[in-house]
């Protein structure tokens, strides 16, 4: 199954004929995703990439049956387009856009309370489903089908432990990046959720920064309910208080924020804690060997 | 973005929120102008610097003539002010404000902020006005009244009401909710982040008005708030900061010798931590970001060596929107067109890879090229030991 997009996913494209957009949905479609159109207004009935262009969503959606849209329009229009796609039904939206203004996302998280539609981002990398369905901008060529579930607000440090996967021979089921604002649309505990129903995925990794007690509260969660290793790395050990790393929601505003404080709260809470980046890979190995799985490649 | 607190002051009056009478000024003459202009037989001189912790640090001072304003402003002006927030190197005092000291009966505290937990705009109230909310939590948190804003709505009389009960202003719930109503409008028309009223004082006479106040804007929101934009003080800020970011590069000074060249803010903080977890230390936190040109690397480097403590640079790329055959033209252009005499380590990984590495091999310099992230960080706090040896 994996979580979130697989093989049969029809996915569209908003922004479709923008420069970034173009080239992630070639990407994408070399890599087998099911790219069925794309949206860009005022450009409808046009043919991009051989796929027919749409003036809006629900064109889109009525044409093509799509149910996943990856959103590549710059950020001070992100959050219209996000709610463009709620509006017309897509279920699995992903919004690339660095640089959406907190407010916006703030009114939009209230408009989408009590509807169903998954919000991947602002700020992310994208979601990929290795061998199956990739809505985002990462390098596919470094991710393998396999088992481990991984979730992380950065898109870089997601392709490093990637990587370091891969190379021990571990694959991924599903990578989503859920991105590094402060108010985003899923939070780590909801992937986590989705992680422990996939039954394609045996151990899962999160990928936290600095600031906020997301991750601690995912993986309090996690040790109630939550059967399956979770191994949990938070960047930012050298990082000064009260300053901006990057990304809008990376800032120590207490002391709970500090990555160390957050990792000793994960550790005591029963889970594997990794503080050198680079040994991301190997924890997870031990992790999956462990719960009896090997360096397990397609399912 | 931060601004002063006169400018904060500026946008509060500008939303029908009284603030004291006062005027920035630059000058000793200017201040006792203002203070002769203004009236009264009490001044306030308040350096404005982007730093709280400004009256412990002697950057807050009354004066009872116009004289002892000039005095006061004259020490201010050009002096270097340190407090609990600006670090042990202090800051510059370039302008301050003189404003008509005010006759308080009693002080309370006041903020909003844009809350990441709850995901909503949250305002923050406490009877214990004028010290550390910080301090207040810790010891006395059922002293600190929070109340939620629905977006939908907007702040609600009732809740306004709410925290004038529980702050002991019931019988003013009516102003005060006037007030807080529009300061909650000005929080959500100029996209701020955090605006903090602390002291919010009743005035002997029996008036609410804001003593000091702080302000942060969101930074992705500038683009639609062009008067707020202006109000950026550049001296406030770290030049190599203001300078990379005029490049399209994030850069945060630190204290260590490893010059750290990073794309994507999630991995420059984990180069950071693995390099500390060598045994090493940053000299800053860079990341260059998506799009990353051969240009702007050379930018990268250019800024990071204007930092005298740095010994070595470590470049570390997982390019996946990036290219890294550009990042390797990059790093040559900038090692051609600048003297650099510290060791450069490279790590590559991504899109491009073998095509990066092949221009660096190519291109003879003494380029140290690793693996992968642990043997980067490990080359790079082996080169600083080799440095200093």
């Given at each position: 199954?994996?979580?979130?997009?697989?093989?049969?996913?029809?996915?569209?494209?908003?922004g479709?004929?923008?420069?970034?957009?173009?080239?992630?949905?070639?990407?994408?479609?070399?890599?087998?995703?099911?790219?069925?159109?794309?949206?860009?207004?005022?450009?409808?009935?046009?043919?991009?990439?051989?796929?027919?262009?749409?003036?809006?969503?629900?064109?889109?959606?009525?044409?093509?049956?799509?149910?996943?849209?990856?959103?590549?329009?710059?950020?001070?229009?992100?959050?219209?387009?996000?709610?463009?796609?709620?509006?017309?039904?897509?279920?699995?939206?992903?919004?690339?856009?660095?640089?959406?203004?907190?407010?916006?996302?703030?009114?939009?998280?209230?408009y989408?309370?009590?509807?169903s539609?998954?919000?991947?981002?602002?700020?992310?990398?994208?979601?990929?489903?290795p061998?199956?369905?990739?809505?985002?901008?990462?390098?596919?060529?470094?991710?393998?089908?396999?088992?481990?579930?991984?979730v992380?607000?950065?898109?870089?440090?997601?392709?490093?432990?990637?990587?370091?996967?891969?190379?021990?021979?571990?694959?991924?089921?599903?990578?989503?990046?859920i991105?590094g604002?402060p108010?985003?649309?899923?939070d780590?505990?909801?992937?986590?959720?989705?992680?422990?129903?996939?039954?394609?995925?045996?151990?899962?990794?999160?990928?936290?920064?600095?600031g906020?007690?997301?991750?601690?509260?995912?993986?309090?969660?996690?040790?109630?309910?939550?059967?399956?290793?979770?191994?949990?790395?938070?960047?930012?050990?050298?990082?000064?208080?009260?300053?901006?790393?990057?990304?809008?929601?990376?800032?120590?505003?207490g002391?709970?924020?500090?990555?160390?404080?957050?990792?000793?709260?994960?550790e005591?809470?029963?889970?594997?804690?990794?503080?050198?980046?680079a040994?991301?890979?190997?924890?997870?190995?031990?992790?999956?060997?462990?719960?009896?799985?090997?360096?397990?490649?397609?399912? | 973005?931060?601004?002063?607190?006169?400018?904060?002051?500026?946008?509060?009056?500008?939303?029908?929120?009284?603030?004291?009478?006062?005027?920035?000024v630059?000058?000793?003459r200017?201040?006792?102008?203002?203070?002769?202009?203004?009236?009264?037989?009490?001044?306030?001189?308040?350096?404005?610097?982007?730093?709280g912790?400004?009256?412990k640090?002697?950057?807050?001072?009354?004066?009872?003539?116009?004289?002892?304003?000039?005095?006061?402003?004259?020490?201010?002006?050009?002096?270097?002010?340190?407090?609990?927030?600006?670090?042990?190197?202090?800051?510059?005092?370039?302008?301050?404000?003189?404003?008509?000291?005010?006759?308080?009966?009693?002080?309370?505290?006041?903020?909003?902020?844009?809350?990441?937990?709850?995901?909503?705009?949250?305002?923050?109230?406490?009877?214990?006005?004028?010290?550390?909310?910080?301090?207040?939590?810790?010891?006395?948190?059922?002293?600190?009244?929070?109340?939620?804003?629905?977006?939908?709505v907007g702040?609600?009389?009732?809740?306004c009401r709410?925290?004038?009960?529980?702050?002991?202003?019931?019988s003013?719930?009516?102003?005060?909710?006037?007030?807080?109503?529009?300061?909650?409008?000005?929080?959500?028309?100029?996209?701020?982040l955090?605006?903090?009223?602390?002291?919010?004082?009743?005035?002997?006479d029996?008036?609410?008005?804001a003593?000091?106040?702080?302000?942060?804007?969101?930074?992705?929101?500038?683009?639609?708030?062009?008067?707020?934009?202006?109000?950026?003080?550049?001296?406030?800020?770290?030049?190599?900061?203001?300078?990379?970011?005029?490049?399209?590069?994030?850069?945060?000074?630190?204290?260590?010798?490893?010059?750290?060249?990073?794309?994507?803010?999630?991995?420059?903080?984990?180069?950071?931590d693995?390099?500390?977890?060598?045994?090493?230390?940053?000299?800053?936190?860079?990341?260059?970001?998506?799009?990353?040109?051969?240009?702007?690397?050379a930018?990268?480097?250019?800024?990071?060596?204007?930092?005298?403590?740095?010994?070595?640079?470590?470049?570390?790329?997982?390019?996946g929107?990036?290219?890294?055959?550009?990042?390797?033209?990059?790093?040559?252009?900038?090692?051609?067109?600048?003297?650099?005499?510290?060791?450069?380590?490279?790590?590559?990984?991504?899109?491009?890879?073998?095509?990066?590495?092949?221009?660096?091999?190519?291109s003879?310099l003494?380029?140290?090229?690793?693996?992968?992230?642990?043997?980067?960080?490990?080359?790079?706090?082996?080169?600083?030991?080799?440095?200093?040896a």
């Amino acid at each position: 199954m994996s979580v979130f997009v697989d093989r049969d996913s029809k996915v569209i494209v908003q922004g479709f004929t923008g420069q970034h957009a173009t080239f992630h949905a070639e990407e994408s479609m070399r890599f087998g995703t099911r790219v069925v159109g794309g949206v860009t207004p005022g450009k409808g009935g046009m043919t991009h990439l051989g796929l027919p262009v749409f003036n809006s969503v629900a064109e889109a959606v009525e044409e093509t049956g799509a149910t996943v849209s990856g959103i590549f329009v710059p950020p001070a229009i992100a959050t219209d387009s996000l709610l463009e796609a709620v509006e017309a039904g897509i279920q699995i939206a992903v919004i690339i856009a660095d640089g959406v203004p907190v407010q916006d996302m703030v009114r939009t998280k209230r408009y989408l309370a009590g509807r169903s539609t998954t919000i991947i981002g602002p700020n992310s990398p994208g979601i990929i489903t290795p061998g199956a369905c990739k809505v985002g901008i990462m390098p596919s060529h470094i991710y393998l089908p396999g088992r481990v579930g991984v979730v992380s607000r950065s898109g870089t440090l997601n392709y490093e432990a990637v990587s370091q996967m891969t190379a021990l021979g571990l694959g991924q089921s599903t990578c989503v990046g859920i991105g590094g604002d402060p108010v985003n649309g899923t939070d780590f505990k909801t992937v986590l959720q989705a992680f422990e129903n996939d039954d394609d995925t045996d151990v899962v990794v999160m990928i936290g920064e600095i600031g906020g007690q997301q991750e601690v509260e995912a993986a309090a969660w996690a040790s109630q309910y939550m059967a399956k290793p979770l191994v949990c790395f938070i960047a930012g050990m050298s990082a000064p208080r009260g300053r901006r790393m990057g990304h809008a929601g990376a800032v120590i505003a207490g002391d709970a924020d500090t990555a160390t404080a957050k990792l000793d709260a994960i550790e005591a809470l029963g889970h594997r804690v990794v503080r050198n980046p680079a040994e991301i890979g190997d924890t997870v190995l031990r992790a999956a060997k462990e719960a009896g799985q090997g360096p397990a490649t397609a399912s | 973005m931060n601004i002063h607190e006169y400018q904060a002051k500026e946008l509060l009056k500008q939303y029908g929120v009284p603030v004291p009478a006062g005027e920035v000024v630059y000058t000793d003459r200017a201040a006792s102008r203002v203070a002769e202009e203004l009236g009264g037989i009490r001044w306030v001189v308040k350096a404005q610097i982007h730093a709280g912790g400004r009256g412990k640090g002697g950057g807050v001072k009354v004066a009872n003539s116009v004289a002892k304003v000039a005095e006061i402003a004259d020490q201010m002006l050009g002096s270097t002010l340190v407090t609990a927030q600006t670090g042990p190197s202090g800051k510059r005092v370039h302008r301050v404000l003189v404003e008509r000291a005010s006759r308080i009966d009693r002080e309370f505290y006041l903020s909003m902020i844009v809350d990441r937990v709850s995901q909503k705009i949250v305002v923050i109230a406490s009877a214990e006005g004028g010290v550390e909310i910080e301090e207040v939590a810790a010891e006395r948190p059922e002293a600190i009244h929070t109340e939620y804003v629905d977006p939908g709505v907007g702040l609600l009389d009732f809740q306004c009401r709410k925290i004038a009960t529980s702050i002991g202003l019931a019988s003013r719930a009516a102003s005060f909710t006037r007030l807080l109503k529009r300061i909650y409008r000005l929080f959500r028309d100029k996209d701020c982040l955090l605006l903090e009223i602390n002291p919010f004082i009743v005035t002997e006479d029996g008036d609410l008005v804001a003593l000091d106040c702080k302000m942060q804007f969101d930074d992705n929101a500038l683009y639609r708030q062009a008067p707020v934009a202006e109000l950026r003080d550049f001296d406030e800020e770290d030049p190599k900061e203001v300078d990379a970011s005029g490049h399209g590069l994030n850069y945060v000074a630190l204290d260590g010798d490893v010059g750290c060249i990073v794309n994507g803010a999630g991995l420059a903080m984990g180069t950071m931590d693995a390099i500390v977890h060598h045994g090493g230390r940053p000299a800053n936190f860079l990341d260059v970001g998506g799009g990353a040109s051969a240009e702007k690397i050379a930018n990268a480097f250019r800024i990071v060596l204007t930092d005298p403590n740095v010994k070595v640079i470590l470049v570390n790329i997982f390019a996946g929107i990036n290219r890294c055959d550009w990042i390797a033209q990059g790093v040559v252009q900038a090692t051609r067109n600048q003297q650099i005499d510290v060791p450069v380590i490279t790590r590559l990984a991504g899109t491009n890879v073998e095509e990066g590495r092949r221009i660096l091999t190519d291109s003879g310099l003494a380029v140290i090229q690793a693996d992968d992230l642990d043997d980067a960080a490990a080359k790079a706090v082996a080169a600083v030991a080799e440095v200093a040896a």
